[in-house]
């Protein structure tokens, strides 16, 4: 028996894939993020040449997209300012992560900030408020201030820890206390329809994208308005600095991300196109971190076990896994290497129901453990154990033959499962590799 054991383990060996997204295809150090409102979208570029990489979420879930931002933990939080959803994704892989502000009624965010203290200052537009979530959680703590006509996308804490927060329809900039939410001045003057805020590099004076007179404007640090960067931007809304000192802004009618020089405020080619983006709100400039690859390792453990009642019961010198082996024509069952896992049991606790428990030793490095699992579809055991009913003490063990899996908290592995004549069974266990560290 152990010779054929030994002839049916060669049929497996660790296969290894590495998955390769559009993200780890760039070359450049930084991504360009385009808040599409009308689109329902964030438009995302290479930052370096503006070639277009992907939209961010193909699930509809950004209904009017408005700030995007990078959180404490590293994430992308995103303002989905007509479905009032606060949403956050991987920034490293883009893929979507939760609704951080699930549980909170927020009538159309646009503007998104994280405080010195690492929570979130939450812009609600039709409410002319600022409200407080937690950082972590996303729990709400509370209304931060009020009476805001139209708190735009583009509020930001200045190098103070003060808030600054554009009033689209107050055509002003409203200063609060970081703390204490309390107003503690407005800016005035050159501010028709502001949308968004940008400090800029190196010093406390920033800029402010007017949409009403198609301006960006600059003010020093007290608020003092200094000069006009340029008058000629036709509705500018999206406003934000690259890594190495570029101003680029977008506009809302043309929606193609643009550069302008802060000195002279000429302004360049488009970086972005050529079909613009319907609806463009916002920018955002986010490092490009390459993501771990996804462990992929498809990780076979065969084996033949002994039956006690219900239970298929694997020793550990009869349950291993292969390496070493490869596909095709150069295969060498002699570069082949078995190495033990440990023990495992499964046990037949209903018709299509089952328990698994395990403990690996050695280098097979899984730990100990187990889960419930649940049949994959029906076979002939299965439906001859409907028929009879399942007894502790009748049902035959030929119920354990077929498929079987963990559900879908377990996705992507799963058993095989064949009872013999003999009174053992065979078992494959098709999982992953071990994780890394």
Not at 92 to 120: H, M, Q, R, W, Y
Not at 403 to 418: K, Q, Y
Request: net charge negative; proline share 3%; glycine share 14%.
């Amino acid at each position: 028996m152990k010779s054929k054991f030994i002839l049916f383990v060669l049929a497996y060996s660790l296969l290894v894939t590495t998955k390769l997204t559009a993200l780890e295809l760039t070359a450049c150090d930084q991504l360009m993020l385009i808040s599409a409102y009308t689109s329902n979208n964030v438009y995302v570029f290479n930052a370096c040449d503006g070639e277009f990489i992907q939209v961010l979420d193909t699930e509809g879930r950004i209904s009017g997209a408005q700030a995007t931002r990078i959180g404490p933990d590293g994430q992308l939080y995103i303002a989905s300012e007509i479905n009032g959803k606060i949403l956050r994704y991987d920034s490293k892989t883009l893929t979507f992560i939760d609704e951080f502000s699930a549980g909170v009624s927020i009538n159309e965010p646009t503007g998104l900030a994280f405080g010195p203290d690492g929570d979130l200052y939450v812009a609600s537009f039709a409410d002319d408020k600022i409200i407080k979530l937690d950082g972590t959680t996303g729990q709400y703590l509370g209304d931060f201030a009020s009476g805001i006509d139209g708190p735009d996308a583009g509020m930001v804490f200045g190098p103070a820890g003060k808030l600054y927060v554009p009033s689209f329809f107050g055509n002003r900039i409203h200063v609060l206390d970081g703390e204490s939410g309390v107003l503690v001045h407005t800016i005035t003057g050159q501010l028709r329809n502001p949308r968004v805020v940008t400090f800029e590099p190196g010093n406390g004076s920033f800029v402010v994208s007017v949409s009403g007179s198609g301006s960006i404007s600059r003010y020093s640090g007290a608020g003092v308005f200094e000069n006009f960067v340029t008058q000629s931007f036709n509705s500018v809304s999206g406003l934000a600095y690259r890594k190495d000192g570029a101003l680029f802004a977008i506009s809302d009618t043309n929606g193609r991300a643009r550069p302008v020089d802060p000195a002279s405020g000429e302004i360049g080619d488009f970086l972005t196109g050529p079909e613009g983006i319907l609806g463009a709100t916002f920018i955002t400039f986010m490092d490009f971190v390459s993501a771990e690859p996804v462990n992929t390792n498809q990780f076979w453990v065969v084996g033949v076990g002994n039956i006690t009642g219900l239970t298929i019961s694997v020793d550990a010198d009869a349950f291993v896994f292969a390496n070493g082996g490869v596909f095709g024509d150069a295969f060498d069952p002699t570069s082949v290497d078995l190495s033990p896992f440990g023990t495992l049991e499964i046990t037949l606790i209903a018709c299509s129901q089952a328990t698994l428990t395990y403990n690996s030793i050695g280098n097979a490095g899984m730990g100990s453990g187990g889960y419930d699992l649940e049949k994959i579809g029906g076979n002939v055991s299965l439906a001859q154990c409907l028929e009879q009913g399942y007894d502790e003490n009748g049902t035959s063990i030929n119920a354990l033959t077929g498929a079987w899996f963990g559900g879908p908290d377990r996705n992507g592995e799963g058993f095989f499962v064949d009872v013999l004549e003999n009174g053992t069974a065979i078992v494959a266990w098709f999982t992953f590799g071990a994780a890394n560290g």
